[in-house]
């Protein structure tokens, strides 16, 4: 019997030597064998980029995808000067001068900025422009 027992049913035995059989009722909600769950729920998942973190190289570090987009959000929402924008993250001028161009370049280029994208900045279809 036990051999041939079928997969919603089962033995418990106790330590004293009592043998107790049970039957486990599948519920109604329970995810079937090859159901899509995602599907059943719809949901979809989507895979971003990562998040490129700026590295160090001995003399310098490069600039990761954060403060890149604090550059251009110190640019755009607050209106700092390039200088002003170098003192504030603690590098020289030229870092915001090329990011705030490198920037420009993708939103003309491609239609949006990967780096603001993978941080979700709100920035990633702006251009870094003051009229």
């Not at 490069?62 to 504030?88: F, P, Q, R, W």
């Not at 993708?106 to 979700?120: D, I, M």
Request: glycine share 10%; proline share 3%.
């Amino acid at each position: 019997m036990i051999r041939n027992m079928s997969k919603q049913f089962f033995i418990i035995l106790s330590k004293e030597g009592s043998v107790g059989l049970g039957e486990f009722k599948e519920i109604p909600w329970h995810k079937q064998e090859r159901e899509n769950i995602l599907k059943a729920v719809c949901a979809s998942v989507e895979y971003g980029d990562p998040i490129e973190r700026g590295e160090y190289r001995g003399t310098h570090s490069t600039v990761g995808d954060v403060e890149h987009s604090e550059i251009i959000k110190l640019y755009v929402d607050e209106g700092l000067s390039m200088n002003k924008i170098a003192e504030k993250i603690g590098r020289s001028s030229r870092i915001p001068y090329k990011h705030i161009h490198q920037h420009n370049a993708s939103v003309e280029g491609v239609g949006f900025c990967p780096a603001c994208r993978r941080v979700t900045s709100g920035f990633e279809k702006t251009l870094a422009r003051r009229d």
